[in-house]
């Protein structure tokens, strides 16, 4: 036994369990209980109780269904398109010589850059008068799109949400790549199998949990999205469209003073997370096999 | 080397430390609505730095714009207990009430203080009767309009709606906006305004509580926001922009006519004062009143109960407070522009037979969000405005 008196890690586990405590479960648990006590404004106290009201209320909300809505096809599209571009770039430059580097910096580089720098470069990019894209479309002499229209809004804020963490994924797929031992490959080649065969049949399954981790953390991370919306399309604009769980849930917490709502909506988002990503979590290890 | 450098440190961290037991006064906090574009801010700024010499005491500052998540910010650091010590904040107003208990009545600062003598100004009494905030200036709004692009087209200034209809008709042929407005951002000017238009004064002030009938030009208004949309009176992305982004359209003869309060006419350039004026909404009904505008005074500075109680601080607060409402503190801070847009501001408010307080002011928050939020469907026709100012009203707009 390394550890022979486990009484010394009691010292690191204890601190680390009471902060988690005090900063996560105390606040969740009265986050419910909020939830079901009328409070109105952030310096409120609750006043009457109202049960499971709030949660009632969210089936005839058209901005809650809208939210959830957009927040479940973002999920979807993180997964495919931030997992998934992420594993093509990743398999590319793991398959070059010179410059993985370059590509690891280049890629990662969005990560480092703060959302809201981010948020307000793609604002720049889509005014409709001056904006940057329409300036290019000027110079051939295009007619100026009004990008945040209402049928093409989502795919507006989409774009730059995808295209940010898409370098995170990169790299951990990368890190996940490079752990594949040399001698695997070449066996494979003896046996005959290159090209998309070494993709498919080796490299795939080797790290199918490295992809599975990818994909949770992805799908947990597309329901609390938040500070590039809340930059880009304030307000749900237009007309409330582009409400993600987490930017209605400030707007109702923070904007409207609905204290009760936005906690309850906060238990949803909380519990759509656990419930989504523990379901693909299993999804995923069954379609990969058990055993692989 | 290593112990010479552990001392040097050692040091610097005591001299520090002293230098700290040894400074004079106290850290003052203060948050207000002197930021950004607002003209006023340097002479804010001045006078807190002169404070600051006279008194030896420190102000931290943290001003912003004022918009809905300032509100928001400021309500809650009361609730976690990091409220500034001074600030300037709306009085007699939605927004106030939840901080009433927070804060410290003018009638009380003058019974311990009253040699200072702070104005108790009846505008800002609070239902309780007291009055807990001081204001430095009052406002006003109204419809601002780019004279020369008027003029460029042969135009009337849109003193009647006919005048108003044929001139979005004109701005709109010749690719420039009519009214800038972002209904997804700061939509409020121009939802009060259509209200003014559709009926009397005293309609836009009446208060229905829950479950009354709504009043008829609450209704129209929202009808004429749809219209002006379905004439082409706005932008394209109208419900997709920001306040920010339209007003520039303005500012950059863009756009010929803005909804707007006293404030945004400090931040017009001065090259710009004889070629902008600014005239009451046109009436659509015939019983609205067209002279009537919005206005009133709606913000004041505060101490909080916070730094009342606190006696380290309390002489320092009352200090400042009584400096930043100093008369010669309220001419630094008015309202400064000239020209023919000085002239129009006070033909409109001087013809005004009626000057109504912000609907928005004085309902409840979270009506009053739902309220903007239907602001870009209200325009587009996507939502019917029976349905939504019934629920304005009956969600408990006044209580």
């Known amino acids: 036994m390394l550890y022979r008196d486990r009484r010394p890690l009691l010292v690191f586990l204890v601190p680390a369990f009471a902060l988690m ?10 986050n419910i209980i909020n939830s079901m006590f009328e409070i109105k404004g952030m310096a409120g106290e609750p006043q009457a109780f109202i049960g499971i009201q709030n949660y009632r209320d969210m089936f005839s909300d058209p901005t809650m269904a809208i939210s959830i809505q957009n927040s479940l096809k973002m999920m979807g599209l993180t997964v495919i398109f931030q997992v998934g571009l992420a594993l093509v770039l990743a398999l590319m430059v793991d398959s070059i010589k010179k410059g993985q580097q370059f590509f690891r910096v280049v890629f990662f580089f969005p990560i480092v850059i703060s959302a809201t720098a981010i948020g307000l470069m793609f604002n720049l990019f889509y005014i409709r008068d001056g904006g940057m894209l329409n300036q290019i479309l000027g110079l051939f002499g295009m007619d100026p799109v009004f990008w945040l229209d209402k049928s093409t809004a989502f795919t507006m804020v989409a774009i730059p949400v995808l295209w940010q963490y898409v370098g995170f994924y990169f790299v951990i797929v990368l890190t996940g790549l490079s752990s594949i031992p040399e001698d695997v490959y070449e066996s494979a080649a003896i046996d005959g199998a290159t090209g998309f065969k070494k993709t498919f049949y080796i490299t795939l399954p080797l790290i199918r949990d490295v992809l599975i981790t990818c994909a949770t953390l992805s799908i947990t991370g597309a329901i609390k999205v938040f500070d590039l919306p809340a930059v880009i399309v304030n307000n749900g604009k237009p007309n409330g469209l582009t409400y993600f769980l987490g930017t209605y849930m400030h707007n109702q917490t923070f904007v409207a003073g609905n204290i009760d709502y936005g906690s309850a909506i906060a238990v949803v988002i909380v519990l759509l997370g656990v419930i989504i990503s523990q379901t693909v979590n299993r999804l995923l290890l069954r379609v990969g096999g058990e055993d692989a | 080397m290593k112990k010479t450098l552990a001392l040097l440190l050692t040091l610097a961290l005591c001299l520090s430390m002293g230098t700290f037991a040894l400074a004079d006064g106290v850290t003052l906090k203060t948050v207000s609505t002197f930021a950004g574009t607002d003209p006023a801010t340097p002479q804010y700024n001045a006078i807190l730095a002169e404070y600051e010499q006279e008194s030896g005491n420190k102000v931290e500052d943290a001003s ?23 600030m300037f904040y709306f009085a007699a107003t939605a927004d106030s009430e939840p901080i009433l208990d927070k804060v410290v009545s003018i009638q009380e600062i003058n019974e311990a203080y009253p040699e200072l003598n702070l104005t108790v100004n009846e505008l800002l009494t609070e239902a309780d009767g007291n009055v807990y905030a001081i204001p430095v200036r009052s406002f006003w709004e109204g419809l601002f309009v780019n004279k020369d692009l008027f003029d460029q087209f042969d135009l009337e200034l849109p003193t009647d709606w ?10 709109k042929e010749n690719g420039i906006v009519p009214i800038a407005v972002s209904l997804s951002d700061i939509p409020h000017y121009i939802l009060e305004f259509c209200i003014l238009s559709a009926g009397p004064a ?56 803005q909804l707007d309060g006293s404030w945004f006419a400090n931040g017009l350039a001065q090259e710009n004062w004889d070629n902008t004026v600014v005239v009451p909404f046109p009436a659509t009904e015939d019983d609205a009143d067209p002279t009537a505008i919005i206005g009133g005074t709606s913000m004041g500075f505060y101490m909080t109960r916070k730094a009342w109680d606190d006696p380290a601080k309390r002489d320092a607060a009352v200090q400042l407070l009584a400096k930043l409402t100093s008369d010669d503190s ?11 847009l000085l002239k129009s501001a006070k033909r409109m408010v001087g013809e005004a037979k009626a000057m109504c307080t912000p609907i928005q002011d004085m309902i409840d928050t979270e009506v009053r969000n739902y309220w903007f939020s239907q602001a870009p469907a209200l325009a587009d026709g996507t939502a019917d405005a029976t349905e939504v100012m019934t629920k304005v009203v009956n969600d408990g707009a006044y209580k």
Do not use: C
């Open chain 1, 21 to 30: 405590l005090v900063m996560l479960y105390y606040p969740f648990v009265l």
């Open chain 2, 64 to 86: 912003a714009t004022s918009d809905e998540a300032w509100k928001a910010g400021v309500l809650n650091d009361f609730a976690a207990g990091n409220e500034a010590d001074i």
């Open chain 2, 162 to 171: 006919a005048k108003l209809e044929l001139a979005v008709a004109t701005f």
């Open chain 2, 202 to 257: 005293s309609e836009h002030q009446a208060k229905p509580l829950s479950g009354e009938a709504v009043p008829e030009s609450w209704i129209k208004g929202m009808e004429v926001l749809r219209k002006l949309n379905e004439m082409g009176a706005f932008a394209e992305d109208v419900n997709a922009t920001t306040e920010t982004i339209t007003s520039q359209l303005f500012r950059d003869k863009k756009a010929a006519m």
């Open chain 2, 330 to 340: 309220v001419e630094r801070m008015g309202f400064v522009f000239g020209g023919e």
